[in-house]
């Protein structure tokens, strides 16, 4: 399958769209040639009290041809929204006027124009002429769209410290063959998004970390952008160093293919598990720690990316000292930190470079500061802004914008359910097909009567995935092969829940579904767990038996939510067929620490309740927990749920062991923590499940004076002990807090606003 993905380029040599960037990003771009190309300290100004200058700097300025240029010097960008205008010398009435003044008061010795218009050589001159004949102007340079294009194509840096310009212009004239077909294959990745992308911090501070450390990981929570700063700095390192770039899967994947004889950036995606903490991929990571350390020192660079609330648990797993760069390079996207220019930038770009029509735009800008300030506001949400797809039957007001932003997964299943009934078909082929659907498109017959079900056809199926790409859909390259896949997570996530609100569909869901998220959406037979998404009935549980087949069970995360799955959304029926199914089952069942933690316990307690456990792995369950109460210790037992596992006699018992064995030798095991304390972790946090389980037994004891005191000294010389190692401890500091961001973005509030041409 053929698809074109990039711009139009008109003539011989490529042109970058700068019409398509907006004034302000114009501008922007054109400050960052001076300051980063041409090697000038450029002060840049408010928009509405620039005094005529966009820009300027003070000095000595040698262009590469020779002659050396001093004393003061502004700059001016000229912007227009249209492709093909030249300028003209009556388009310069202001900035005319303004130059005057600026000269009288000695300001521009040296005035440069920038303009993405066309120039001509004939224009240029008259212009140059009446600039020059001003008094106080000594010099005049005009840069049009073609020079700065060409400034564009010579200067890999710039392009990689404004990378919005890799979807702006024909990336083969720039990059060699084997470099353009990576370039292509990560901007497919994201279709016409990319020449959207605006520069933030997180995007500075990961390409620093890139430069320093050969290594950034990126957070953030979910339709925050992680992956678009990732493709910006995988072109970037393609273009920059001629680093080639491998999309890893995992650490195998990587040791796979890292080459000490080749210059290689490593992309590795939602490295610790896509929406749950991957526990299988956090100790592969960690040990295959040395080998990106040795990348690294060859000259590698790279980037991982995770939801920064999956990597807080995957760092119990981790050997960062192993990865010292993993600390020194992390950066946290924070959507509700985004500067306010950050915010209408990104907004700008989508609604300026969507597809809404031009009346729907001008609608929209009046309320556009509203929806960037918005406190749920995202990236993602900007996009379908901009996108008349989730727009249908919109109605502008500030009531429906807050409702827009404020609740995208509700106004998102509503468009599904609106879709035709071809559309709802090839998002249901696509789902069925674990979210990547092979291009050019062949169906199975069961995913034919599937699609029947929904009244839709495969003629049905290949129109409507044309129509959705973009939207709710993209036809993506990887490994050289197309295939069609969700744009964003979220969507897949809303036809789920479309689907499984309706019974005669379930076959679908159940056949679609991601196993990580069936296993958390549904209940086998009902069992009173509230905001259960789908009910299976008993006709339906060998369809669920066999897709539990191919859960990784290798992986600890799939094998804990699989645990979950059987301990509360599992009636007794589901259970007990399953036992007879896969007879070892039980006995692959282990106790261990820290009770209340640990999933295998959770399915003891359940069968146990369902007389489904046999007596000899009960006996050996309760055997175990009593030497957990003392050795560790954990006071998990005492939870109720588990103490039902044993009789009373049997926990009476092991109250009594605990007074007499574990009490009295509560100094022993305070010093046993300590010396396993390797000074890392936060003491107070080290110490927690210490002093968690004396609290539950001085509250069991709570009658025992004898008891009560020992506990009580006990987490006495806890908490010294806490402060003694506290005071070791390297304090949190408060450098880069946001308080002097927004204090900033304060003083540099404008009164232009950023979207006077977003309709034009």
């Not at 490529?14 to 960037?21: A, D, I, K, P, R």
Request: glycine share 6%; with cysteine.
């Amino acid at each position: 399958m053929t698809k074109s993905i990039l711009p139009i380029v008109q003539g011989g040599e490529v042109t970058y769209e700068l019409h398509s960037l907006g004034w302000k990003a114009f501008q922007n771009l054109c400050l960052t040639i001076m300051g980063e190309v041409w090697g000038q300290t450029v002060q840049g100004f408010f928009d509405s009290h620039d005094g005529g200058r966009d820009g300027a700097f003070h000095g000595t300025w040698t262009p590469v041809g020779g002659e050396a240029f001093c004393g003061t010097f502004t700059a001016q960008c000229k912007f227009t929204a249209k492709a093909d205008k030249c300028l003209q010398l009556s388009d310069l009435k202001d900035e005319f006027a303004k130059a005057k003044r600026l000269a009288t008061r000695k300001l521009a010795d040296n005035y440069i124009l920038f303009t993405n218009a066309r120039l001509t050589g004939s224009t240029e001159a008259e212009i140059r002429h009446a600039f020059e004949e001003i008094p106080g102007i000594k010099r005049f340079a005009a840069f049009g769209c073609d020079r700065i294009s060409q400034i564009i194509r010579e200067s890999s840096r710039l392009r990689m410290l404004v990378p919005r310009v890799y979807g702006l212009g024909d990336l083969s004239q720039i990059l060699d063959q084997r470099s353009y077909d990576q370039a292509q294959e990560i901007l497919s990745a994201l279709g016409e998004d990319f020449a959207k992308f605006i520069i933030t911090d997180a995007y500075r501070e990961s390409a620093k970390a890139l430069v320093e450390h050969g290594f950034v990981l990126l957070l953030g929570e979910p339709a925050c952008g992680k992956s678009t700063i990732a493709a910006a700095l995988a072109l970037g390192a393609l273009d920059e160093w001629e680093c080639s770039t491998v999309k890893v899967r995992d650490a195998d994947d990587f040791v796979k293919h890292s080459n000490p004889h080749e210059k290689q950036f490593f992309w590795v995606d939602d490295a610790f598990g896509p929406t749950q903490i991957d526990w299988g991929s956090a100790f592969a990571w960690s040990q295959a720690f040395p080998h990106i350390n040795a990348a690294i020192y060859r000259g590698a660079k790279v980037l991982f990316t995770s939801r920064d609330y999956i990597y807080q648990a995957a760092r119990r797993h981790l050997k960062e000292s192993a990865l010292p760069v993993m600390k020194e390079s992390q950066v946290v996207i924070h959507v509700e930190n985004l500067t306010k220019d950050e915010r209408e930038q990104i907004l700008y770009n989508h609604i300026r470079l969507g597809t809404q029509s031009r009346e729907f735009k001008a609608k929209l800008k009046p309320f556009l500061p509203d929806v960037a300030a918005h406190e749920r506001f995202s990236p993602e949400i900007a996009r379908r802004l901009g996108n008349p797809l989730f727009t249908k039957g919109f109605m502008v007001s500030k009531f429906g914008l807050d409702n827009f932003v404020a609740k995208p997964l509700e106004l998102l299943c509503e468009i599904i359910n609106t879709l035709d009934d071809g559309s709802r078909s090839a998002l249901a082929l696509v789902f069925m097909r674990g979210g990547m659907l092979s291009s050019p498109v062949q169906m199975s017959e069961d995913e034919d009567q599937a699609i029947a079900r929904l009244g839709g056809s495969t003629a049905d199926v290949l129109n409507a995935l044309k129509s959705l790409d973009g939207g709710l859909l993209l036809n993506s390259l990887q490994g050289g092969d197309y295939a069609w896949r969700f744009k964003h997570p979220t969507v897949r996530d809303a036809f789920a829940a479309v689907v499984a609100e309706n019974r005669d569909l379930m076959d679908i869901y159940l056949a679609g579904a991601p196993l990580d998220k069936l296993v958390e959406e549904v209940s086998c037979g009902n069992v009173g767990v509230e905001g259960i998404k789908v009910i299976v009935p008993l006709d339906r549980y060998d369809a669920v038996m066999t897709r539990l087949e191919s859960f990784d069970m290798k992986k600890w995360y799939n094998k804990s939510a699989l645990h979950r799955f059987f301990s509360h959304r599992c009636d007794r029926e589901f259970l007990r067929r399953y036992i007879v199914q896969y007879p070892e089952f039980i006995s692959s069942l282990s106790v261990r620490a820290y009770l209340y933690a640990v999933s295998d316990v959770d399915v003891l307690v359940r069968l146990h309740e369902f007389a489904l456990l046999p007596e000899p792995e009960r006996l050996l369950a309760v055997a175990t927990i009593r030497e957990l109460a003392i050795d560790v210790p954990d006071s998990g037992f005492l939870r109720e749920d588990i103490r039902r596992l044993m009789t009373r006699d049997e926990l009476t018992q092991l109250l009594e062991h605990v007074q007499t064995t574990l009490l009295p030798n509560l100094d022993w095991h305070i010093e046993q923590w300590r010396d396993n304390y390797n000074g890392d972790d936060d003491p107070e946090v080290y110490f927690d499940d210490l002093k968690s389980a004396l609290q539950d037994y001085g509250e069991e004891f709570e009658e025992n004076e004898f008891a009560t005191e020992r506990i009580a000294k006990a987490l006495a010389n806890i908490d010294l002990l806490i402060e003694e190692l506290q005071s070791e401890f390297p304090e949190m500091s408060d450098e880069g807090s946001s308080f002097s961001k927004r204090a900033q973005e304060q003083v540099q509030d404008s009164t232009r606003s950023i979207f006077d041409d977003v309709d034009l």
